[in-house]
């Protein structure tokens, strides 16, 4: 329609005569010049720009995770309508199957490695490390967030869902920052390339709690090794004792063994013996007594 309209202005041909030449009817041509954007096309643009948001917020969705997120947001469209848009626009989950002849593209770091596998801190809420977890149960996998305190070792904050989104990583560190007070600026938030540490979400509660951001290097597991021992701990005392009849039943145990066990009652060299609470407590009152 767009060709026959430009086509007739520039040589001045007589619509009827090209739309006897091209065998289309003219009352179809002027209803399309009357509404080139019938109500279909636009609904369609609108859940479009909902799924693209949705992508770029978590991108390991795939198309049936994205349709509900759409209709959670008030559109009303069938799986097979999100499916085809997703295809068309090539917004393929992270997770999908590898295609032959094409090499998977690294993730952009949305930061720089300001730690350079260097974990310490000579002060509270210096140096912050997060990474995620998951492990199964007989109802699905349950996966769980967590960020460490370098100083201390301590988990300030955590997060334990169904679903491995973006979500999941903000509601740790807003754990973390309301667990300390909300005395975190300057702090500098560690983790690698996963998409959930990538999302806009989380980057925007970085820049709101005025926290700065560090990334690991691709494929290089030391980059956030003291994370990593903190899940290896989590994965040989909790998570591979026995088979998990469902989410909630493992959910209490994670939160008992880091709230009592880990934080009250095992002891690390590090801290010179002491546990992460008991650590905290004697530095603290150090801390203030100098002062």
């Known amino acids: 329609m767009k060709e026959l ?5 520039r040589n001045r041909v007589p619509v009827a005569v090209s739309c006897r030449v ?18 279909a096309e636009l609904a369609e643009a609108y859940v479009a720009n909902a799924i693209f948001a949705a992508h770029r917020d978590d ?10 997120e759409v209709t959670a947001a008030g559109h009303e469209v069938s799986d097979r309508t999100v499916w085809k848009i997703c295809s068309a626009n090539e ?24 730690v350079c596998r260097e974990f310490t801190a000579d002060e509270p809420n210096r140096l912050w490390l997060t990474d995620i977890s998951e492990h199964p149960t007989n109802e699905g996998k349950l996966y769980i967030c967590a ?12 997060s334990i869902a169904d679903r491995m989104t973006s979500q999941l990583a903000v509601d740790a ?12 600026a300057n702090c500098t938030l560690h983790s690698d ?4 540490f990538r999302s806009r979400k989380l980057q925007q509660s970085l820049w709101r709690h005025q926290i700065r951001g560090s990334m690991g290097q691709v494929g290089s597991a030391g980059d956030n090794a003291a994370m990593e021992s903190f899940f290896s701990l989590l994965q040989r005392n909790v998570l591979d004792r026995h088979r998990w009849t469902n989410r909630e039943e493992l959910r209490i145990a994670i939160v008992t063994w880091i ?23 004697i530095m603290t009152q150090t801390a203030t007594t100098a002062a």
């Open 91 to 114: 917004w393929w989950c992270v997770f999908g199957k590898k295609r032959r002849g094409r090499k998977g593209r690294v993730g952009t770091p949305a930061h720089e490695d300001l």
């Open 259 to 281: 709230e009592r066990t880990y934080h009250r009652r095992r002891r690390q060299a590090r801290l010179g013996r002491l546990t992460p609470i008991e650590y905290e407590a």
């Open 59 to 68: 991108p390991e969705f795939g198309y049936r995770l994205l349709f509900d």
């Open 147 to 158: 960020v460490k305190d370098v100083w201390s070792n301590r988990i300030v904050g955590y």
């Open 193 to 196: 390339r996963g998409g959930q």
């Open 5 to 9: 309209a430009a086509a007739g202005a």
């Open 22 to 39: 091209l065998k289309l009817h003219r009352q179809h041509y002027y209803a399309w010049l009357a509404n080139p954007v019938t109500a």
């Open 173 to 184: 560190l807003e754990s973390a920052v309301a667990r300390r007070g909300g005395t975190v």
